[in-house]
């Protein structure tokens, strides 16, 4: 599959950030031996020009791998109707071993690219950018990512085949042998429901309140409330959606005889869990004076953030059971 549309375009967009990445790696290392904020050497005064050009390639990258995984689902879905047994997406991650791998991997390693967005643009607020070289490692760190990212994206588009026999979604999420994330295990019973929704309460609930530990409730919240989501959106939102009760497809919810009702669930859900582990991530710069100004800007905005994206997740994920009750079936 690697010549296709699709495939071409993944790969280019992999290589153009990985390029962009190890360039700004040349940087980083750099800065991270050599930096020191108090010198007006040559090399300081280089440094300080350059990282403005590498940070800024850096964040367009990591911004446009942010939108890779939906890439790859598009694309994976585009691939069903060139494989045998396949009606979506499910189908084409399930055709060869490294289908579930790649979008496991890009499921996490979303929220570490824009945790350094984040971090990158607290650290430019401040004119003596102090979380310049912590943020120049935290780059070196990705490089690993990254590459392995595009490895695994690249095997999976090769290994995939026209001639491979795959299973639809319908027949996947009947068998309790074969396993899409631990999602094809039950449906959702009714005290998980009510664990769920109360769950999503009380963060929304600590989102609006500012009190002591709020921060860090949040962050262990929003750890929990990304698989969780995933889980009840397909255990139980799902066959509401599709108004079949064993139809249980993470991915059909995305196509426009459901209104692509997925892409603003899953949206959503990423970015109140990102939000809510960001209020989190900014409780470890509370000790910099430099960034004292900012960081209450940045941690009401996340917080902000955070309540409007949960809320609106949970009632677009209540809105299809309630209609169904509500009218009484279709």
């Not at 108090?38 to 300080?48: F, G």
């Not at 995984?69 to 997406?89: K, Y």
């Not at 570490?112 to 070289?133: A, E, N, T």
Request: aromatic fraction near 16%.
């Amino acid at each position: 599959m690697l010549g296709t549309s699709w495939a071409i375009g993944l790969t280019i967009t992999s290589l153009v950030v990985l390029f962009v990445t190890l360039r700004a790696a040349y940087t980083g290392v750099r800065v991270v031996r050599f930096w020191d904020q108090s010198a007006d050497s040559p090399l300081q005064i280089r440094l300080e020009s350059e990282i403005w050009l590498s940070s800024t390639l850096m964040e367009y990258g990591l911004f446009f791998q942010l939108f890779s995984l939906l890439l790859l689902v598009i694309a994976a879905d585009s691939f069903a109707a060139i494989l045998p047994g396949a009606m979506c997406a499910t189908g084409s991650f399930l055709a060869n071993s490294y289908g579930m791998k790649v979008l496991v991997l890009k499921l996490v390693s979303v929220f570490f690219y824009g945790f350094w967005i984040l971090i990158h643009r607290l650290d430019i607020c401040s004119p003596h950018y102090p979380l310049v070289r912590l943020k120049n490692i935290y780059l070196l760190l990705l490089c690993p990512l990254l590459l392995t990212d595009m490895t695994f994206q690249t095997l999976y588009l090769n290994g995939l085949h026209p001639d491979i026999i795959t299973s639809c979604c319908g027949v996947v999420f009947q068998k309790p042998d074969v396993h899409l994330l631990g999602l094809s295990q039950q449906m959702a019973t009714p005290t998980s429901i009510v664990l769920f929704y109360c769950g999503c309460f009380l963060l929304l609930l600590t989102g609006w309140l500012n009190f002591r530990y709020s921060s860090l409730l949040l962050a262990v919240g929003a750890c929990l409330l990304f698989p969780a989501g995933l889980w009840m959106v397909t255990t139980f939102v799902s066959p509401y959606v599709y108004a079949m009760p064993h139809h249980r497809c993470p991915f059909c919810i995305l196509h426009v005889e459901y209104n692509f009702v997925g892409y603003p669930l899953f949206v959503s859900l990423y970015l109140a869990s990102f939000s809510g582990m960001g209020i989190g991530l900014l409780g470890l710069f509370a000790s910099y004076s430099e960034l004292a100004k900012a960081l209450p800007r940045f941690h009401k905005n996340l917080r902000s953030q955070f309540f409007v994206f949960l809320l609106f997740f949970v009632v677009l994920s209540l809105y299809y059971p309630l209609k169904y009750l509500v009218l009484g079936g279709e």
